[in-house]
Nanobody, 119 residues
Framework: QVQLVESGGGLVQAGGSLRLSCTAS????????MGWYRQAPGKQRELVAN??????NYLDSVKGRFTISRDNAKNTVYLQMNSLKPEDTAVYYC??????????????WGQGTQVTVSS
């Protein structure tokens, strides 16, 4: 019954900004690492950023432009994306390691949200 729901994708011009949100819901006991991946057409899915125990990790190409944060009280992770480039165009997926009240720790994925950056 645990699920991740993303929002905030869309179409933006190069140089613009978007903020993605992902909220986990269900019978959740604890959320460990949370992160964002992306997959462009014809390419493999890649880790964009993740956050765990206050530590963050970023894909080199987004360092200085993207910021990941989380609100543990809301079971939500955010990805603030600034100075967007056409090469950031992809489907962005939320990912989280979640321990449920009645289920062991499991790695969950959101349904994905499209981000398109026009030149």
């Amino acid at each position: 019954q645990v699920q991740l729901v993303e929002s905030g994708g869309g179409l933006v011009q190069a140089g613009g900004s978007l903020r993605l949100s992902c909220t986990a819901s269900g019978r959740i006991l604890r959320i460990d690492a949370m992160g964002w991946y992306r997959q462009a057409p014809g390419k493999q899915r890649e880790l964009v950023a993740n956050i765990a125990s206050g530590s963050t990790n970023y894909l080199d190409s987004v360092k200085g432009r993207f910021t990941i944060s989380r609100d543990n009280a809301k079971n939500t992770v955010y990805l603030q994306m600034n100075s967007l480039k056409p090469e950031d165009t992809a489907v962005y997926y939320c990912n989280a390691d979640i321990l449920g009240w009645t289920s062991p720790s499991y790695n969950y994925w959101g349904q994905g949200t499209q981000v398109t950056v026009s030149s």
